[in-house]
């Protein structure tokens, strides 16, 4: 063989690249145990950070919502002297803007009315919040004025006539940021204050930190709550891993063990089926010879001899003919004509009915007779009939 020839051989029997292809899958989809396990440490790692960073989230998260839903108290103390209550709030801060918004910081003040004055008519309960760094300074009537004309968001003003002695009352406000002054005093009509025989407790409630804190405790949540959803989904994969791996050892373990069983063989030689406990059974064969049928008249091979000797000199008679001569003979005889008429000869799927004195009719297998009357002749074979 030339060395062309086998170059072409080696040719043709080298192995395809797609064959190449399959081989390089199936050897890269053949999982690394010590890159399964890498994989495994890394997720649980992970995993870990994850809820670290859930709590620490939701830490932080819970830590500002209390800044933000729990109120600064205060305590208002009343004057008997002026007959007024008077407090600085001090400075008020918050990312608000000039003007009334959401951002704005919720202020509320409790007035309990301990003694109401004795005039007994027009007495109303006035309520001033007003933007001034001392409650004391002269120019706090201006503001007082400003706030009475309900135009202006920094000096607020709220009334109440005709207020109870016993009962509490409470005036809600939104404050910008600033340094206010909060005054609750009794006046008459003429707007002068009531200060005998009047006693009030006024105390206040300011949330300075629930748009500051609350806002980014919204944050902070949010961001917990996808932490959890990765910490999840890590898990997730964590957990599938560690079942295809689970069910990896165990088809090792089943593979051991079989291989293991096919190196030690049967145990023994297989064990004989057990077979039959003795000879068949005979079955019981005729107890006699067959019983013969008993006729009451002679045979009917005389009869049919003994008829067609004695009439068989004309033509066949009619069958009109034949039902008289029937009626007139010995019961014994019509009963054996009577058989032997019943004699159906079968010859090329065609029948041979026998008509009595030794004549056949041929009936046709669509159920017709033929027009023909027939004769046994000594072979046994059926003839037309000549005269």
């Known amino acids: 063989m030339s060395e062309e020839d086998l170059d072409d051989t080696g040719e043709d029997f080298s192995p395809s690249e797609e064959d190449e292809v399959d081989s390089v899958q199936v ?27 859930v709590f620490l989230l939701l830490g932080v998260s819970l830590v500002l ?5 729990f109120p600064l108290t205060m305590s ?71 706030a009475r004309g309900g135009n202006s968001h920094n000096n ?3 009334s109440l006539e005709s207020p109870l002695e016993g009962e509490t009352y409470t005036f809600d406000f ?33 949330w300075p930190n629930q748009v500051v804190t609350g806002l980014p405790g919204i944050v902070f949540l949010g961001l917990s709550i996808f932490a959890f959803i990765g910490s999840q989904k890590k898990s ?18 089943l593979e051991a063990v079989s291989a293991e069983k096919i190196a030690q063989g049967p145990s023994g030689p297989p064990k004989s089926a057990e077979g039959p406990s003795g000879p068949p ?21 005389m009869v049919s001899q003994e008829t067609s000797a004695s009439k068989r000199s004309g033509p ?37 009915e026998s008509a009595g004195n030794g004549y056949f009719y041929r009936k046709m297998p669509d159920g017709t007779y033929e027009q023909v009357i027939y004769v046994q002749s000594a072979d046994g074979t059926y003839v037309p009939y000549q005269q």
Not at 35 to 53: F, P, Q, T
Not at 65 to 69: E, K, M, P, T, V
């Open 27 to 53: 050897v890269d989809s053949t999982p690394d145990p010590q890159k399964v396990e890498d994989k495994i440490k890394s997720l649980k790692d992970a995993i870990k950070k994850s809820r670290w960073n």
């Open 236 to 253: 997730a994969k964590l957990k599938s891993i560690l079942e295809k791996r689970k069910v990896s050892e165990e088809q090792l373990i």
């Open 174 to 206: 939104d404050l910008d940021m600033g340094h206010y002054c909060t005054k609750v005093q009794f006046v008459d009509s003429k707007g002068e204050t009531l200060k005998q025989n009047t006693k009030l407790s006024v105390n206040g409630k300011l």
């Open 316 to 352: 066949p008679p009619t069958s009109s003919a034949l039902e008289p001569e029937a009626e007139n003979e010995n019961p014994t005889n019509s009963v054996a004509e009577g058989e032997s008429t019943q004699e159906v000869v079968s010859s090329d799927q065609s029948t041979y």
């Open 281 to 301: 059974q005979s079955s019981s064969g005729p107890s006699g010879p067959p019983q013969k049928e008993q006729r009451s008249g002679p045979p009917q091979s």
């Open 156 to 158: 607020q003003f709220t």
């Open 65 to 69: 919502f209390g800044f933000a839903l």
């Open 76 to 146: 208002v103390p009343y004057d008997d002297l002026w007959g007024t209550s008077e407090k600085d709030l001090g400075y008020v801060w918050g990312p608000s803007s000039p003007g009334e918004d959401f951002l704005d910081v919720p202020f509320e003040l409790e007035v309990e009315i301990v003694r109401a004055p004795s005039v007994a008519d027009n007495v109303t309960l006035e309520v001033y919040v007003l933007k001034a760094k001392d409650c004391q300074d002269l120019s706090l009537s201006e503001l007082e004025v400003i």
